[in-house]
């Protein structure tokens, strides 16, 4: 486990741009203090095994996940996460709640995480972001290390041009827990519900939410998605 004590050279963010062509260990690199890395890939790795090197690195610590869907070649990958004996306490998934209906997939993972972390450790909503954060429990020095990643990567290897930042602290992580607090814990959605979960009805007007099919009431909303017509 990587000692959380800010050394000398990490008083201030240390940010590293880097291309990577090869492993996430290898292009995220240790886990300190102030940690920013912006990163440009490949595909050689995923969501997944960036949050897996992290964890190698910090221990058992409380994790989310955020997702758009579950599809076939992300089962093994979520099954692994859910039977890591790091990932303790408020271990969070975040699912978009329309796509959990649609794949039988989703469906069994949802019924695993759930077994494993609790009944409500789902969160239900219309969601397309691709984010994770790791807590890691506190040390005698200090809090645990609180470690951010996001970009555009799925939960499985994808060979294309993919982007991924990560970092350590700041209003980032604190903004992402924040959200997490603030979601219902909603059981067989409506359309309707996840729209209120997700506060879009705040952010767009009722014409908007038509559009993109997520202002009726129906279950997987009403109108025609701009990219079917």
Not at 37 to 43: C, D, E
Not at 77 to 93: K, N, V, W
Request: proline residues 5%; hydrophobic residues 40%; charged residues 25%.
């Amino acid at each position: 486990m990587t000692d959380p004590k800010p050394t000398a050279a990490h008083t201030r963010r240390a940010t590293r741009a880097v291309e990577s062509f090869r492993t996430a260990a290898e292009c995220i690199g240790p886990v300190v203090r102030d940690l920013s890395v912006f990163a440009i890939t490949r595909g050689q790795f995923s969501m997944v095994d960036a949050l897996l090197h992290v964890l190698d690195q910090v221990g058992p610590a409380r994790v989310s996940v955020w997702t758009w869907a579950i599809a076939e070649f992300e089962v093994d990958s979520m099954r692994r996460l859910a039977r890591d004996g790091r990932l303790i306490g408020e271990t969070l998934l975040v699912m978009d709640g329309r796509r959990t209906r649609m794949t039988g997939y989703s469906q069994a993972i949802e019924a695993e995480w759930r077994q494993s972390f609790g009944p409500n450790s789902i969160r239900l909503c219309h969601n397309h972001a691709k984010v994770a954060t790791v807590e890691g429990l506190p040390t005698a020095d200090g809090p645990g290390l609180r470690v951010l990643l996001r970009g555009s990567m799925n939960l499985n290897q994808n060979p294309r041009f993919e982007q991924l930042d990560v970092s350590e602290g700041g209003p980032a992580f604190d903004l992402v827990r924040e959200i997490e607090a603030e979601l219902p814990v909603l059981s067989a959605p409506s359309n309707a519900d996840l729209t209120a979960a997700t506060r879009l009805d705040e952010a767009h007007g009722p014409e908007t939410l038509e559009l993109f099919g997520l202002g009726g009431a129906s279950r997987f909303g009403g109108g025609i998605k701009t990219w079917g017509k």
